[in-house]
Antibody, heavy 122, light 113 residues
């Protein structure tokens, strides 16, 4: 069974930093592209970032470019999102999402974690 | 960026009837060499993460009820839910994975009439 378990969320002041982690199990993590998608309270889904299976190909939404960094450790089956210079508007549930695509085959997000809440407030 | 626009924003349908949700992309998401539309549909129930229903515009994800079907090509797509059941109450999102930044529609809230 595919499992994605996010951690690292919490309350942080504007300008602060957080590092989200996503522990993956139940599939060959090193074969799949991975994404982070966020959802502000009561709002819709917003794609944040994507990384290829080998750790290359990091891509970001304009709203987080230069502040967030996606990475992965395939030896630990773990995806990360380093979030710096956090803003009030970054407040959201952050979902770790597996892509159906393997290796360099593009496809769509399929399995989603339960999400971790990041609250940016003074 | 590709803008995804869903219609309607909300709809109420009677049990057993058909629900239709539309999604329009600001540019084509059809990849001509493969003739695949890079368009997916998700269902999100309150307090839960989204669930993949349809990908490649019309391919049903494994385990998804055959009451859910997707159609369309290029820039215009439709999600159809036939024989509406109470468990179908949710917000539905279309999503383009043609090119980053990947984008979602604003969501359509489906309720029972």
């Amino acid at each position: 069974e595919v499992q994605l378990v996010e951690s690292g969320g919490g309350l942080v002041q504007p300008g602060g930093s957080l590092r989200l982690s996503c522990a993956a199990s139940g599939f060959t993590f090193s074969s799949h592209w991975m994404h982070w998608v966020r959802q502000s309270p009561g709002k819709g889904l917003v794609w944040v970032s994507r990384i290829y299976s080998d750790g290359s190909g990091a891509t970001y939404a304009d709203a987080v470019k230069g502040r967030f960094t996606i990475s992965r450790d395939n030896s630990k089956n773990t995806l990360y999102l380093q979030m710096n210079s956090l803003r009030v508007e970054d407040t959201a549930v952050y979902y770790c999402v597996r892509d159906k695509g393997v290796w360099y085959t593009s496809s769509c997000p399929d399995y989603w974690g339960q999400g971790t809440l990041v609250t940016v407030s003074s | 960026d590709i803008v995804m626009t869903q219609s309607p924003d909300s709809l109420a349908v009677s049990l057993g009837e058909r629900a239709t949700i539309n999604c329009k992309s600001s540019q084509s998401v059809l990849y001509s060499p493969s003739s695949e539309n890079y368009l997916a549909w998700y269902q999100q129930k309150p307090g839960q993460p989204p669930k993949l229903l349809i990908y490649w515009a019309s391919t049903r994800e494994s385990g998804v009820s055959d009451r859910f079907s997707g159609s369309g090509s290029g820039t215009d797509f439709t999600l159809t839910i036939s024989g509406l059941q109470a468990e179908d109450v949710a917000v539905y999102y279309c999503h383009q994975y043609y090119t980053p930044p990947y984008t979602f529609g604003q969501g359509t809230k489906l309720e029972i009439k």
